[in-house]
C-alpha cells in the first residue's frame, strides 16, 4: 500500500530564510513516481516537480530544491531564502506503477513572515 | 496558455438541491479527474475517467455522479447534497499512456462549494 507522510503540519519562518519539507513515503513497488505541489490560499495545485524512483539526481530550480533518497525512502524539498508568494500548503504525493492515482501525504503549511 | 478551466469558482447550493460542477480543458489530455478537499485535509480522489472508461473510487459515495460527453468536457453531478459534501471539488488532466501510470496530473482552480 502506498503512504505519504508529511510529519510538519504548519512551519513558519522569517523572510528570507531558509526552510525544508520533509516527506517520507512506503510503496511495495520498486517502479515509482513522487511528485510536489504548491497550493496558495487561492486554492489551486501547482505542480512543482516529478521524478521517477530511478532518477536519484537531487534538483534545483530557482529557490527551490529536492533532495531524493531511496535508502530512507524521503523526498524532501527546501526553499532556499523565502519569500512573502511561499507562503502555501505544500502537498508530496506518490503514484505507483501502472496506477493513476496519486496518495497525498497530509500538506506542510508555510507561512513566511515578513 | 493550455489550461484546465472549472466553473463556477465558487458555488452555493442548497440542502438536497442537485448541483453540477464543471470542468474543460485544452490540454488535450486523455485522462480526467475530480478530487474533493475539505479543509486543511489533502485532495481525495472521487473518480476518474481513461478516456471514456469510468473508474470510480471504491469509497465514493453513490450521491457523486461524473459526465465526460468528450475529451475536453468533465461534469461532476452531486445528486442530493449534504451539508457533509461543502468542500472544494478539483478536477485534474494527465497525458496517460495504457497501463503506464505515473503521469504528472495538472489542476484547475477548483470550485467552491458551499451547502446552506
Known amino acids: 500500500a502506498q503512504k505519504v507522510t508529511q510529519a510538519q503540519t504548519e512551519i513558519s519562518v522569517v523572510e528570507k530564510e531558509d526552510v525544508t519539507l520533509d516527506c517520507v513515503y512506503e510503496?511495495?513497488?520498486?517502479?515509482?513516481?513522487l511528485f510536489w505541489y504548491k497550493q496558495p490560499p487561492s486554492g489551486e495545485l501547482v505542480f512543482l516537480i516529478r521524478?521517477?524512483?530511478?532518477?536519484?539526481q537531487n534538483e534545483i530550480s530557482g529557490r527551490y530544491s529536492w533532495n531524493f533518497q531511496k535508502s530512507t525512502s524521503s523526498f524532501n524539498f527546501t526553499i532556499t531564502a523565502s519569500q512573502v508568494v511561499d507562503s502555501a500548503v505544500y502537498f508530496c504525493a506518490l503514484s505507483d506503477y501502472g496506477n493513476n492515482r496519486l496518495a497525498f501525504g497530509k500538506g506542510n503549511q508555510v507561512v513566511v513572515i515578513p | 496558455d493550455a489550461m484546465v478551466i472549472q466553473n463556477p469558482r465558487y458555488q452555493v447550493t442548497q440542502f438536497g438541491k442537485p448541483v453540477t460542477l464543471s470542468c474543460s480543458q485544452t490540454l488535450n489530455h486523455n485522462v480526467m479527474y475530480w478530487y474533493q478537499q475539505k479543509s486543511s485535509q489533502a485532495p481525495k480522489l472521487l473518480f476518474h475517467?481513461?478516456?471514456?472508461?469510468?473508474?470510480n473510487e471504491a469509497d465514493t459515495p453513490d450521491n457523486f455522479q461524473s459526465r465526460r460527453p468528450n475529451t475536453s468536457f468533465c461534469f461532476l453531478d452531486i445528486r442530493s447534497p449534504g451539508l457533509g459534501d461543502a468542500a472544494m471539488y478539483l478536477c485534474?488532466?494527465?497525458?496517460?499512456?495504457?497501463?503506464?501510470?505515473?503521469?504528472?496530473?495538472?489542476f484547475g482552480p477548483g470550485t467552491r462549494l458551499l451547502v446552506l
Open positions: 475517467y481513461y478516456d471514456k472508461d469510468f473508474n
Open positions: 510503496t511495495r513497488d520498486t517502479t515509482y513516481y
Open positions: 521524478r521517477n524512483s530511478f532518477d536519484e
Open positions: 485534474a488532466t494527465s497525458n496517460g499512456l495504457a497501463g503506464a501510470g505515473g503521469e504528472t496530473q495538472y
